[in-house]
């Protein structure tokens, strides 16, 4: 849509440079090792007490960690484009992936992830399986998609597990989106693995929202987006916002009472520092990772991992302190 913004994420040979940071002599971690990690777009499980990361990049990185700051980078997820890929996407090339969503259900774990090309909304959200975190990772077809014409860009995927456990009435929620008519929600179907309902609208704004996150905490669930523009390196604007609901279908407000599909959001974080444009964001516990631009290596997005506190009137708000 000519009108909005496009969505314009990092080559492969950005990615290829973040995920492979220059060498130095000092105070550097053992050879294989990364801190901070290069990493866009990161998603977030814990497995046996070791902290799993998958990013954006050649057949979905992967990231292993026993204490949250040093990464071993293990080998990609996908080394094979599925077949279905060349229909949906027809401009996408080799094996660029954008924008996984892990996590554990019915004894196995599971990728959603994002093929498209940059600025467009010809795009597919794709699932792979697989019985253990390192593989190997077998293709469950396409789950959703958008093409030209249409008023939303099926990218950046997200799976909400409304636990019982939690206070949830256990069923599942796909949502996703970038730019465009801004993020939506689906029912999915446990069983299926897909959609199993038509999609609606949570949140939209005109200058830019995208990579959306759902979690329960007590009685309400947040939606956490990100706002403005990423992959500028130094220039990005990236940050992240959140409101909440007592649905999954909303309506999400925020702390002001702004409805998100009015542009509203309260901020969780914004660049400052070294740290540049953070967003992209995945909450996984008491766990939020995300990516930013560092300031001090040349604007290339590397991995951030922070807890979040919960504040007495039930907001989120970054811990001190890093991984």
């Known amino acids: 849509m ?55 990049g050649p057949g979905i990185q992967h990231l292993r960690s026993e204490d949250g700051r040093q990464w071993r980078r293990l080998a990609p997820a996908l080394t094979e484009a599925p077949a279905w890929w060349a229909e949906a996407v027809p401009a996408h090339r080799g094996l660029d992936v954008w924008a996984p969503k892990v996590f554990a259900l019915k004894g196995r774990y599971w990728l959603l992830y994002s093929i498209s090309t940059f600025g467009k909304n010809r795009s597919a959200i794709g699932l792979a399986s697989s019985a253990a975190l390192d593989g190997p990772w077998q293709d469950e077809g396409m789950v959703a998609r958008s093409v030209e014409g249409d008023d939303f860009n099926a990218i950046d995927p997200d799976l909400f597990i409304d636990a019982k456990e939690q206070g949830g009435d256990g069923r599942l929620w796909l949502s996703y989106g970038s730019f465009w008519g ?3 929600v689906a029912a999915f179907d446990p069983e299926t693995m897909r959609p199993s309902g038509p999609a609606r609208f949570i949140a939209r704004r005109k200058a830019g929202i995208e990579a959306p996150t759902m979690v329960r905490h007590g009685d309400w669930v947040y939606l956490f987006v990100s706002h403005d523009l990423c992959c500028r390196g130094t220039a990005s604007t990236y940050n992240i916002r959140v409101g909440r609901s007592r649905s999954a279908q909303g309506p999400f407000l925020d702390q002001e009472g702004r409805d998100l599909m009015d542009g509203g959001g309260t901020l969780v974080e914004q660049g400052a520092g070294r740290w540049i444009g953070p967003g992209h964001q995945d909450v996984v516990g008491r766990w939020i990772v995300r990516h930013a631009y560092d300031g001090e290596d040349r604007g290339k997005p590397k991995l951030r991992l922070g807890e979040l506190r919960w504040t007495g009137d039930g907001w989120p708000a970054l811990a001190s302190g890093e991984r």
């Open 2 to 56: 000519a009108s909005i913004a496009p969505r314009v994420r990092g080559a492969a040979a950005v990615i290829a440079a973040a995920v492979l940071p220059a060498c130095s002599t000092a105070g550097v971690p053992a050879p294989g090792l990364e801190d901070p990690a290069g990493a866009h777009d990161p998603t977030l499980i814990e497995q046996g007490g070791a902290f799993h990361v998958f990013t954006t």
């Open 182 to 184: 801004g993020i939506r």
